[in-house]
């Protein structure tokens, strides 16, 4: 049986899904049985060798089914193998404070559960279809119609985590 490895993640607009799509395809052609899947339909971890956890940011903060999904299984992930990454517009540009502010987002994951390797940070995807109306003043009120996610970053950085986990690839 191949190792099995759980992305899991939460988005409210299917950026970070796809992203966690290419994260399973990448294992995938390492030989992995990698699936990945909305945090909120997760309900065992059993069965899995690995793990990783993404979210967006949306005001400084990641979403909170992210964060349920930590608290409920901060225990049973306790000295496994677990990886986690950040999507956002801020990781475009990963000044030393954006990256502050992308890990700063992340403590509710990083705070609860101990990660393996480099924590991903990817820019995420922008539509001015995605700003509350309660928002409109704010400095994303300004959003254009924008995709910058960068792929080759996302697997590069999805090659790596069978190092991090110390799992064999096929
Ligand atoms: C209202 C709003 C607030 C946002 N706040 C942040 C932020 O604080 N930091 C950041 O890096 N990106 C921020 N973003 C960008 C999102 O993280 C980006 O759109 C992401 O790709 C959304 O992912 P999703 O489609 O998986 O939900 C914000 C976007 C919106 C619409």
Redesign the pocket.
């Given at each position: 049986m191949p190792p099995r490895i759980l992305i899991a993640?939460?988005?409210?607009?299917?950026?970070?899904?796809e992203?966690a799509d290419a994260i399973a395809a990448t294992l995938k052609e390492q030989g992995i049985d990698a699936e990945a899947r909305h945090v909120g339909t997760v309900d065992t971890l059993s069965g899995y060798d690995g793990f990783v956890i993404g979210s967006?940011?949306?005001?400084?903060?990641i979403?909170k089914e992210a964060k349920q999904f930590v608290n409920h299984f901060a225990d049973a992930l306790h000295e496994r193998p677990v990886a986690a990454f950040?999507?956002?517009?801020?990781?475009k540009d990963l000044t030393d404070e954006?990256c502050r502010?992308?890990e700063t987002?992340m403590e509710p994951v990083t705070g609860r559960i101990r990660i393996r390797g480099e924590m991903g940070m990817f820019?995420?995807?922008?539509?001015p279809s995605?700003?509350?109306v309660i928002?409109r003043f704010?400095r994303?009120d300004e959003?254009k119609t924008e995709d910058a996610r960068d792929w080759e970053a996302i697997r590069a950085w999805a090659g790596r985590l069978l190092e991090w986990f110390g799992i064999a690839a096929k």
């Open positions: 993640y939460a988005t409210k607009h299917e950026t970070t899904r992203i967006p940011i949306y005001m400084g903060k979403l950040a999507v956002g517009m801020s990781c954006n502010k992308v987002a820019a995420g995807r922008m539509n995605f700003v509350p928002g704010m994303y959003a």
